[in-house]
């Protein structure tokens, strides 16, 4: 099983900065893919960015040049540096993560973290 936390959520004006973090612990053989989805009241889940373990990323078209997915695989950590942010990105942000628990040839199984909350007010 795997166990994501979440940190670094908060309250900021619009064109501010917040860095989010997102650790995994648990009993696992490895961790494929990592991400961040928000969901905002009223709306879907969406995707915000994600990365593999061999760092390659990808990003919602609305984040684009905004936001920057990093992660230390050493410390099974997921982290995404939010700049020039916008009332529009105030959202839960949940953490995501897949992983293989026994083996490498295992199915993989996918984790949810319990989010925090981004306002950014105008």
């Known amino acids: 099983q795997v166990q994501l936390v979440e940190s670094g959520g908060g309250l900021v004006q619009a064109g501010g900065s917040l860095r989010l973090s997102c650790a995994a612990s648990?009993?696992?053989?490895?961790?494929?893919?990592m991400g961040w989805y928000r969901q905002a009241p009223g709306k879907q889940r969406e995707l915000v960015a994600r990365?593999?373990?061999?760092?390659?990323?990808n990003y919602a078209d609305s984040v684009k040049g905004r936001f920057t997915i990093s992660r230390d695989n050493a410390k099974n950590t997921v982290y995404l540096q939010m700049n020039s942010l916008k009332p529009e990105d105030t959202a839960v942000y949940y953490c995501n993560c897949n992983a293989r628990i026994r083996d490498l040839v295992g199915p993989l199984y996918d984790y949810w973290g319990q989010g925090t909350q981004v306002t950014v007010s105008s």
């Open positions: 990365i593999s373990s061999g760092g390659s990323s």
């Open positions: 648990g009993n696992f053989f490895s961790i494929n893919v």
